[in-house]
Antibody, heavy 127, light 108 residues
Framework: EVQLVESGGGLVQPGRSLRLSCTASGFTFGDYAMSWVRQAPGKGLEWVGFIRSKAYGGTTEYAASVKGRFTISRDDSKSIAYLQMNSLKTEDTAVYYC??????????????????WGKGTTVTVSS | DIQMTQSPSSLSASVGDRVTITCRASQSISSYLNWYQQKPGKAPKLLIYAASSLQSGVPSRFSGSGSGTDFTLTISSLQPEDFATYYCQQSYSTLSITFGQGTRLEIK
């Protein structure tokens, strides 16, 4: 069974750091890009960032709201993706979802999408 | 960033109704548009990718259409399990992915 399991959430004070983990199983982790999406209480979905597979350089992209504070990394040998969150703010309070980024070719074009989601882990930033 | 605007923000419908949700992009995104369904307390689920391709395992009553800036998600005959919040998401810009604000589908 294809599965993603997030861990590492909790209560943290503003300005502090937290690292989330996403453990994958049921598929060849290293073949896929991985993404993080968050959802503040009662709000919609917000993309946080993603990391490409090593075949595409393992590079990362981030939303403007977290750029410079959050870092995504991966350990393909362990099938784990990480989200390192520094200088946390109260507005970072959310459920954080890990997703697999799948894709399909149609002619010359490659379409990508988030086809597998974890159940999420809750991060609360409060003093 | 590409802005995604869904309409309506919420709607009420009955079992058996045909429902359409619209998503508009602030610039052309070709067919780089995905739809997700989210039920309360659960993770989102991919329904439609590349504007009109049905994800494996998703019932055929769900369909997507559109290209450029205007897209629709249609549920041909609402079932009780379809009451949820629906999000569109553009994947045209690999530098910045954006979601619509969501459409909450409620039972009338």
């Amino acid at each position: 069974e294809v599965q993603l399991v997030e861990s590492g959430g909790g209560l943290v004070q503003p300005g502090r750091s937290l690292r989330l983990s996403c453990t994958a199983s049921g598929f060849t982790f290293g073949d896929y890009a991985m993404s993080w999406v968050r959802q503040a209480p009662g709000k919609g979905l917000e993309w946080v960032g993603f990391i490409r597979s090593k075949a595409y350089g393992g590079t990362t992209e981030y939303a403007a709201s977290v750029k410079g504070r959050f870092t995504i990394s991966r350990d393909d040998s362990k099938s784990i993706a990480y989200l390192q969150m520094n200088s946390l703010k109260t507005e970072d309070t959310a459920v954080y979802y890990c997703t697999r980024v799948g894709g399909s070719w149609y002619g010359d074009y490659y379409y990508y999408y988030m086809d597998v989601w974890g159940k999420g882990t809750t991060v609360t930033v409060s003093s | 960033d590409i802005q995604m605007t869904q309409s309506p923000s919420s709607l009420s419908a009955s079992v058996g109704d045909r429902v359409t949700i619209t998503c508009r992009a602030s610039q052309s995104i070709s067919s780089y548009l995905n739809w997700y369904q989210q039920k309360p307390g659960k993770a989102p689920k991919l329904l439609i990718y590349a504007a009109s391709s049905l994800q494996s395992g998703v019932p055929s009553r769900f369909s997507g259409s559109g290209s450029g800036t205007d897209f629709t998600l249609t549920i041909s005959s609402l079932q009780p399990e379809d009451f949820a919040t629906y999000y569109c998401q553009q994947s045209y810009s690999t530098l910045s992915i954006t979601f619509g604000q969501g459409t909450r589908l409620e039972i009338k």
